[in-house]
């Protein structure tokens, strides 16, 4: 036999009885059954939790480039006459045009900006107010979707549009009218008194976010000027970009666009604390589960021990035939290899599965639960997304297939240099 082919027929032949030994045989196949469940569920485990982790950031991603600007520039603070100092920007619509003419931009709209309270009969709430113009609001992606809305986006002129969270919040819906309260307000001889106008509700949106929904209120642009005392002056541009992954390479030409007092905020910067700290987390759990797989791909090593050890004397005999040592070690190969790649196979079946299937699975856990499991004023987000990439499915692959088969070798190894007159001594 020293001249066949390796991974011949009649290797794969043992290698398979060797796998369906009975139990009274040296329950071997217990053995190699824990080893195919270990491998199958820790597979499972590492493909889910990089489809939800990749779907989180996927959705806390886009639920920000949806709803914020992905580049606001706003002005360095000069002294006033007066002695204050003043950071609006008073020639907002020639800065919007010349931000608009930089390549890449898709779109540069003034705004205004400021909190005040809210309040409807007995419920108030804490909200910052946006002041754009209605073609701009078009343009937010999160906000004019009219599957998620309520209300008619197009009467934005004549009222106001609130999130659903402060809807909620205050208990308001389209055709209510709300009172803003702000203490900064109309200036009299006495000092600032506050400044109280109510506005009907025309649009209810839900961006995605949380936060977002529960905070924010959009006011047409002149109106906003008027309520902050800010006629004539815009308090930022917020600039939308075609790649914002890309945001930070238009940086330089966004201040050149904006003047010598111009300065930039990107998306990035106001979220790139979280997104690294995602970013930790997913390399943090790659590792963990890593070790996991590792854990279960030391099951093979255990069943193949035991494997050897039970068919000792089937190896001496098989030696004594002239099965070269090479024969051997690929026969019990075989065996550890196959139930790595049968595990790996199952748990990538069930990741994925999971994957396409968490809401169904999130909900009959939820329900199992009593509901409460997920609080999107924690997490954020309204429910636990899940995105399945090629790249993490063969990333997993990969990391399992590659361990069983190191961790086949040893005991194969060990198999395949056994004498096999010490093996048939006793027998």
Same mark, same amino acid.
């Given at each position: 036999?020293?001249?066949?082919?390796?991974?011949?027929?009649?290797?794969?032949?043992?290698?398979?009885?060797? #796998? %369906?030994?009975?139990? =009274?045989?040296?329950? !071997?196949?217990?053995? @190699?059954?824990?080893? /195919?469940?270990? $491998?199958?569920?820790?597979?499972?485990?590492?493909?889910?939790?990089?489809?939800?982790?990749?779907?989180?950031?996927?959705?806390?991603?886009?639920?920000?480039?949806?709803?914020?600007?992905?580049?606001?520039?706003?002005?360095?603070?000069?002294?006033?006459?007066?002695?204050?100092?003043?950071?609006?920007?008073?020639?907002?619509?020639?800065?919007?045009?010349?931000?608009?003419?930089?390549?890449?931009?898709?779109?540069?709209?003034?705004?205004?900006?400021?909190?005040?309270?809210?309040? #409807? %009969?007995?419920?108030? =709430?804490?909200?910052? !107010?946006?002041?754009? @113009?209605?073609?701009? /609001?078009?343009? $937010?992606?999160?906000?004019?979707?009219?599957?998620?809305?309520?209300?008619?986006?197009?009467?934005?002129?004549?009222?106001?549009?609130?999130?659903?969270?402060?809807?909620?919040?205050?208990?308001?819906?389209?055709?209510?009218?709300?009172?803003?309260?702000?203490?900064?307000?109309?200036?009299?001889?006495?000092?600032?008194?506050?400044?109280?106008?109510?506005?009907?509700?025309?649009?209810?949106?839900?961006?995605?976010?949380?936060?977002?929904?529960?905070?924010?209120?959009?006011?047409?642009?002149?109106?906003?000027?008027?309520?902050?005392?800010?006629?004539?002056?815009?308090?930022?541009?917020?600039?939308?970009?075609?790649?914002?992954?890309?945001?930070?390479?238009?940086?330089?030409?966004?201040?050149?666009?904006?003047?010598?007092?111009?300065?930039?905020?990107?998306?990035?910067?106001?979220?790139?604390?979280?997104?690294?700290?995602?970013?930790?987390?997913?390399?943090?759990?790659?590792?963990?589960?890593?070790?996991?797989?590792?854990?279960?791909?030391?099951?093979?090593?255990?069943?193949?021990?035991?494997?050897?050890?039970?068919?000792?004397?089937?190896?001496?005999?098989?030696?004594?035939?002239?099965?070269?040592?090479?024969?051997?070690?690929?026969?019990?190969?075989?065996?550890?290899?196959?139930?790595?790649?049968?595990?790996?196979?199952?748990?990538?079946?069930?990741?994925?599965?999971?994957?396409?299937?968490?809401?169904?699975?999130?909900?009959?856990?939820?329900?199992?639960?009593?509901?409460?499991?997920?609080?999107?004023?924690?997490?954020?987000?309204?429910?636990?997304?899940?995105?399945?990439?090629?790249?993490?499915?063969?990333?997993?692959?990969?990391?399992?297939?590659?361990?069983?088969?190191?961790?086949?070798?040893?005991?194969?190894?060990?198999?395949?240099?056994?004498?096999?007159?010490?093996?048939?001594?006793?027998?």
């Amino acid at each position: 036999m020293a001249g066949t082919a390796p991974f011949s027929k009649f290797e794969w032949m043992i290698a398979w009885r060797y #796998l %369906r030994a009975r139990r =009274a045989e040296g329950g !071997v196949s217990v053995m @190699t059954w824990i080893s /195919l469940v270990g $491998i199958t569920l820790a597979v499972f485990a590492l493909i889910a939790t990089l489809a939800v982790r990749s779907g989180f950031r996927t959705e806390f991603v886009d639920t920000i480039l949806g709803s914020n600007a992905h580049v606001t520039v706003y002005q360095s603070a000069e002294v006033t006459a007066r002695g204050r100092l003043d950071r609006t920007i008073h020639d907002y619509e020639a800065m919007a045009e010349r931000l608009r003419a930089v390549d890449g931009v898709t779109r540069a709209a003034p705004l205004i900006k400021g909190q005040v309270m809210a309040n #409807l %009969r007995q419920s108030n =709430a804490g909200v910052e !107010v946006f002041g754009i @113009t209605l073609d701009d /609001l078009m343009t $937010i992606p999160r906000v004019a979707r009219a599957e998620t809305s309520d209300g008619d986006i197009s009467r934005f002129a004549e009222g106001i549009a609130i999130g659903s969270g402060v809807a909620r919040e205050l208990g308001a819906s389209v055709g209510d009218r709300i009172k803003l309260i702000s203490p900064n307000g109309v200036k009299t001889a006495f000092g600032t008194s506050p400044r109280v106008k109510s506005y009907e509700v025309v649009y209810v949106f839900t961006a995605g976010r949380y936060d977002i929904d529960r905070t924010r209120v959009y006011l047409p642009f002149a109106e906003a000027q008027s309520f902050f005392n800010a006629e004539g002056v815009a308090h930022e541009i917020e600039v939308m970009v075609a790649e914002p992954e890309e945001v930070d390479l238009l940086a330089i030409d966004l201040i050149r666009a904006g003047g010598e007092r111009a300065l930039v905020w990107t998306w990035r910067d106001a979220s790139g604390g979280f997104l690294r700290a995602l970013e930790i987390e997913d390399n943090v759990m790659f590792v963990i589960l890593s070790i996991l797989v590792l854990i279960a791909a030391m099951n093979i090593v255990s069943g193949l021990i035991m494997l050897v050890k039970n068919k000792g004397r089937d190896i001496g005999i098989l030696r004594t035939m002239g099965l070269t040592e090479g024969s051997v070690l690929r026969v019990f190969f075989i065996c550890g290899a196959f139930t790595g790649v049968i595990g790996t196979a199952l748990g990538v079946a069930l990741g994925c599965l999971f994957a396409i299937y968490i809401d169904q699975v999130f909900s009959f856990v939820n329900y199992v639960a009593g509901g409460g499991v997920w609080d999107p004023a924690v997490r954020g987000i309204y429910q636990l997304p899940a995105e399945l990439r090629a790249e993490d499915v063969i990333k997993a692959v990969a990391l399992s297939l590659g361990l069983s088969f190191v961790v086949t070798i040893f005991p194969a190894r060990r198999a395949a240099r056994m004498n096999p007159v010490e093996a048939l001594r006793y027998e």
